[in-house]
């Protein structure tokens, strides 16, 4: 699975959009970009995934560069409750492992 | 109605003893993992079962013996603890063959072993 870079530390004013970047320039074209996020004390919790449209969902948006060796996941509206690690992730397909590196420690603040 | 369930939650023991953990998912996924995290918080793979049958089997010293009974459970079992294996412990599950699989995971188990 392809490696991917995050920045260590984010800080975010609440209300305000997020915007997380990772690269990932080995990716591979069967490769998928996922992105986890990891509260405090709980299990990893999926956010979305994509390969190369840009996707949306209720939690965040996932924007991929037309080359795929980058993304950026945003949340639009950040909240006290967004403080998390967040890990982005490429894997292929189905059945396979999560490799999980050092990920992006985003703290929201008032 | 709990998705990705583990039981303990918490789990103290001394070095030497037999130790199991379990993972229940009531999602109908057909792949369940376990995930180790140390005290630098780095994510591993330790396992993965599909369909009950052994896919991943990461360099995990076989101390650790997963066992899966059936498609909706898959358990840890950990002879002769050591320091080392203070950890917590995720079980995961996704549902394969529709495209790329979304994993959930359970709440965590943590293992301190003294």
């Known amino acids: 699975d392809a490696k991917t870079t995050q920045p260590t530390s984010m800080d975010c004013a609440e209300g305000r959009a997020a915007n997380l970047p990772c690269n990932h320039s080995t990716i591979s074209g069967n490769e998928y970009v996922y992105w986890y996020r990891q509260i405090h004390s709980q299990g990893p919790q999926y956010i979305i995934h994509g390969l190369k449209n840009n996707e949306t969902n209720e939690m965040a948006s996932l924007i991929i560069t037309e080359d795929r060796k980058s993304s950026t996941l945003i949340l639009p509206h950040a909240t006290l409750r967004d403080t998390a690690v967040y890990y982005c992730?490429?894997?292929?397909?189905?059945?396979?492992?999560?490799?999980f590196g050092t990920g992006t420690r985003l703290q929201v603040t008032l | 109605d709990t998705a990705v369930s583990q039981t303990p939650k918490y789990l103290v023991t001394q070095m030497g003893n037999d130790k199991s953990i379990k993972c229940e998912q009531n999602l109908g996924h057909d792949t369940m993992y376990w995930y180790k995290q140390d005290s630098k918080k780095f994510l591993k793979i330790m396992f993965s079962y599909n369909n009950k049958e052994l896919i991943i089997n990461e360099t995990v010293p076989n101390r650790f013996s997963p066992k899966s009974p059936d498609k909706a459970h898959l358990n840890l079992h950990i002879n002769s603890l050591e320091l080392g294996d203070s950890a917590v412990y995720f079980c995961a599950s996704s549902k394969t063959g529709e495209g790329p699989d979304t994993q959930y995971f359970g709440p965590g188990t943590r293992l301190t072993v003294l």
């Open positions: 992730i490429v894997k292929t397909g189905t059945a396979s492992k999560l490799t």
